[in-house]
């Protein structure tokens, strides 16, 4: 309760920063504090941008260990590790500076990682300069070449239907469920790379408006699952998996958003609903040895 | 004439000091006190997997042997090692087979390739939890070919597979292929060491590390035991 509580307020706090941050900040690009040990000029001005809007969750090292950090799940990102959940470069790679500004715009869905688009593109860019500064890997390592996205397939209940047999075939079911709910039978045994419990994601909850941590469109969630989620059990799925084959997951994937309207979901409608993907799902999990608890595949709820 | 039977013994020494002096360090580890027991893994919720193992395998935090021996440690040379930086062709194998790790714990040089062998029929995701070196994690169904990875820093590091929480293995990344892995009986062997001083380093992913400095003179073995303290639970 007291926790709740105390993250109510953090956000309030935030979104109040954030609001004012537009009124105060559009534009403004020196009159902070002076220059540190040989910080580049956009790193002084991110560096004086970071105290005011950063530093109480992330922490004055990075370490994501700020003062609101204890009440916080997800934890804020620890800048020293420079491991990264949303981004267009492979694996274990360095993301894109486009990458962490794409982030600080849109904020990080169902976390207490807000929007800071009040800001200016002066002010994110000089942001990412000086978190960057935290950990020594930018300057032995370069980012990731960003994986090739091929245009979007057609969307085509044979698509949709593929898809369907690479959620089996993947085993995404493992983790996120047959329908997608983030309740599949290794579900409860997750944690991310600093030990704290997490949850895969539920596509059918309609509290996350179809949108993703790393984006909201068909691209974003092609890329999220070929590079992965850094620093959680949520793999890439890059090396072991072809190009139209990702998109017919995507289209799949879309299906599971039964709240949101999408071309997915209505040609899956007009092909007869979820119903019709059945046949194929009980099939693959014979052999594939399902959820042991014995998990009903009824849609429902 | 005198100079020359001494210019030739200098070439030969320059040329292979090692067949002229091949010292060599063996030893046991073992452990006092009272390891915590080995826990049967349950594996039911993974059927493929289940029925590779006439009896549930065990946890292998702790290995131990007779006589106190401890096995899967990892025994190197960290200080003044002859080959740092040469890396070895050959790559190194981590097989993932009956929803276990083999080898437990994977030695390699840094840079050197390794290669991830899914043999089972069901999916794994590699998750290596690099902190020095960079962490990823890749998805390997059935019927993949190997992963290839190289390391640059050197680490030990733990090994997971997220969709089955027992599998647990290390990589241990070293500057030196002088190294050997305690066997059953606790035991290890490093040879071809030419004169030197050298460091040599015990790791067990549980009970931490020892080291124990060595001075080799020429031909001969050198006899290093380790004793760690089962941690009490």
């Known amino acids: 309760m007291m926790k709740r509580r105390m993250i109510c307020l953090s956000i309030l706090l935030i979104a109040a920063t954030a609001g004012s941050a537009l009124a105060q900040n559009a534009g403004v690009s020196s009159g902070y504090p002076t220059p540190k040990n040989g910080f580049s000029p956009a790193e002084q001005r991110g560096h004086g941008l970071y105290l005011r809007y950063c530093v109480l969750c992330h922490g004055v090292f990075g370490d994501g260990n700020g003062d609101n950090a204890p009440f916080l799940d997800p934890r804020p990102r620890d800048f020293t590790a420079a491991t990264f959940k949303c981004r267009s470069t492979p694996t274990g790679t360095l993301p894109l500076d486009s990458d962490l500004i794409g982030t600080l715009v849109r904020g990080v869905q169902a976390t207490n990682m807000p929007s800071w688009r009040p800001l200016t593109d002066e002010n994110r860019q000089d942001l990412v300069a000086y978190i960057k500064t935290f950990s020594e890997r930018w300057k032995t390592e370069k980012p990731g070449d960003a994986i090739k996205i091929p245009p979007e397939t057609p969307v085509s209940i044979e698509s949709i239907r593929r898809g369907h047999e690479l959620f089996q075939k993947m085993e995404c079911w493992k983790c996120h469920g047959q329908q997608g709910r983030g309740d599949g039978p290794s579900a409860s045994t997750l944690t991310d790379s600093k030990d704290q419990p997490i949850r895969p994601y539920n596509f059918a909850m309609a509290r996350n408006d179809s949108r993703f941590k790393c984006g909201s469109e068909n691209q974003d969630l092609y890329r999220i699952f070929m590079t992965g989620v850094d620093g959680t059990p949520m793999p890439s799925f890059a090396d072991v998996m072809q190009p139209n084959d990702a998109w017919d997951l995507v289209h799949y994937l879309r299906t599971l958003q039964t709240e949101r309207r999408s071309k997915e979901n209505e040609v899956l409608k007009a092909a007869g609903g979820a119903a019709t993907l059945k046949s194929s799902e009980n099939k693959s999990e014979n052999n594939s040895a399902a959820d042991s608890n014995g998990k009903t595949h009824s849609g429902g709820h | ?233």
Request: charged share 20%; net charge neutral.
């Open chain 2, 1 to 233: 004439m005198r100079t020359k039977q001494m210019l030739v013994a200098l070439l030969t020494l320059l040329v292979c000091p090692c067949l002229l002096f091949a010292g060599t360090v063996s030893g046991k580890v073992s452990y006092t006190g009272t390891p915590a027991k080995p826990k049967p893994i349950d594996m039911s919720k993974e059927p493929s997997c289940a029925k590779q193992h006439a009896t549930p395998i065990t946890t292998e935090t702790v290995v131990a042997g007779a006589n106190n021996a401890l096995a899967n440690v990892v025994v190197y040379i960290s200080a003044g090692a002859p080959d740092e930086g040469q890396v070895p062709q050959q790559a190194v194998t981590f097989e993932q087979k009956g929803c276990q790790y083999i080898p437990h714990v994977l030695v390699m040089h840094t840079g050197q390739e390794l290669k991830v062998l899914n043999s089972d029929q069901t999916s794994h995701n590699i998750h290596p939890l690099a902190k020095t070196n960079r962490e990823w994690n890749k998805s390997q169904p059935p019927g993949t070919p190997p992963i290839s990875e190289k390391y640059d820093k050197e680490e030990f590091i733990t090994v997971k597979c997220n969709v089955h929480p027992w599998m647990r293995g290390y990589f241990a990344v070293l500057k030196t292929s002088h190294y050997d892995v305690s066997k059953d009986d606790g035991g290890f062997k490093l040879p071809n060491l030419p004169p030197g001083k050298y460091t040599i380093t015990a790791w067990h992913e549980d009970y931490g590390t020892q080291t124990s400095d060595v001075t080799i003179t020429g031909n001969e073995t050198k006899d290093v035991t380790f004793t760690f303290k089962a941690k009490a639970y």
